[in-house]
């Protein structure tokens, strides 16, 4: 069941365009065979998408996720800010995705971060499921206090936060004192004169899809 949220949570998460407009009808029968927790929310995303015009939906994509960092869709964001100790933390995902044999340049996100939540979704779905839930898990601090922005916010992308947090474990009390401390203080921030915080091919220069925005 989960391969197949994460597969639905992929494509949702992704920058709107028409294509996504014509997978509706596929992405409501996937999601008719989930449990409550997990289709309910994409449902009701997928009734927000379905009337609403497109340009209106980019435009709020682009409003939530581009302009907004604590809505950030790179999940090391939340873990390391813009510091050095992020790029070695891209890696780490880029690492999983070689062990389980793919290669982003070959997927149609290729011109996206590893760690874009989309991508990483995309990944757990089509790849090694355990190692995708490993990378989810690790960064859950992150994508809970996305989530509970989202919902204060009334975006539409809340649902599809929620059913991603249903495929996850219960939240512990670590993970809520770490949301807690990253609500109260923001991601680290880097000290002045340090190097980039990932290598060059990781840089958001390289990202082909927002150049296409």
């Known amino acids: 069941m ?3 949220a994460w597969q639905v949570q992929s494509l949702l998460l992704s920058y709107p365009d028409s294509e996504l407009l014509d997978r ?3 992405l409501r029968a996937a999601v008719a065979t989930l449990p409550g927790p997990l289709g309910g929310p994409l449902g009701a995303f997928l009734d927000h998408a379905a009337t609403t015009r497109l ?3 980019q435009a709020d994509y682009v409003a939530t996720f581009d302009h907004r960092k604590k809505f950030s869709p790179y999940l090391t964001y939340f873990a390391y800010g813009d510091t050095r100790k992020r790029g070695m933390a891209l890696l780490r995902f880029k690492h999983a995705y070689r062990a389980a044999g793919l290669d982003l340049t070959d997927s149609p ?3 996206e971060l590893p760690d874009h939540l989309s991508v990483v979704l995309e990944f757990a779905a089509t790849g090694d499921a355990a190692a995708g ?3 989810l898990t690790e960064h ?3 994508l809970e206090l996305m989530r509970l922005g989202l919902l204060e916010a009334g975006s539409p992308w ?3 936060l929620e059913s991603v947090s249903a495929t996850l474990p219960p939240l512990g009390r ?3 004192e770490a949301v807690a401390r990253l609500a109260a203080e923001g991601p680290p921030e880097e000290e002045v004169g340090l190097a980039p915080f990932a290598p060059p091919e990781y840089l958001p220069g390289h990202a082909s899809q927002g150049a296409s925005r």
């Open 2 to 4: 989960n391969r197949a």
């Open 24 to 26: 509706v009808p596929m």
């Open 55 to 57: 340009i209106d939906l």
């Open 109 to 111: 996100d290729g011109g």
């Open 133 to 135: 839930l490993r990378l």
């Open 140 to 142: 859950r601090a992150g």
């Open 158 to 160: 809340a649902h599809v």
């Open 174 to 176: 670590h993970d809520r």
